[in-house]
């Protein structure tokens, strides 16, 4: 059974930072390009960092400079290091896993991230 279990979320106040780290089970995890994602209430879904296989990232302008993400092999885990939050980072953040050959797609159940004073 494929697992993705977020952690990290919270309530944090604007310039403030948070981790966010995703768990994975039940997958070959470095077959996989992992990535997070957030929505928003009203709006789509967002990819904001993703780290393939060979640890090649990207992320939108919206992240860039912001936001880190990592992996690690051996733990199964992505994490992403968030930074100098803004108010319009608050969305729940999606851990998802694909492995582009095989045409597999996992999510997690979401983290909720709220950045208020």
């Known amino acids: 059974q494929v697992q993705l279990v977020e952690s990290g979320g919270g309530l944090v106040q604007p310039g403030g930072s948070l981790r966010l780290s995703c768990t994975t089970s039940?997958?070959?995890?470095?077959?996989?390009?992992m990535n997070w994602y957030r929505q928003a209430p009203g709006k789509q879904r967002e990819l904001v960092a993703g780290?393939?296989?060979?640890?090649?990232?990207n992320y939108p302008d919206s992240a860039k400079g912001r936001f880190t993400i990592s992996r690690d092999n051996n733990k199964n885990t992505v994490s992403l290091e968030m930074n100098s939050l803004k108010p319009e980072d608050t969305a729940v953040y999606f851990c998802?896993?694909?492995?582009?050959?095989?045409?597999?797609?996992?999510w997690g159940q979401g983290t909720q991230v709220t950045v208020s004073s």
């Open positions: 039940g997958i070959t995890f470095s077959f996989y390009t």
């Open positions: 998802n896993a694909k492995d582009w050959v095989r045409a597999l797609d996992y």
């Open positions: 780290i393939t296989r060979g640890s090649a990232t």
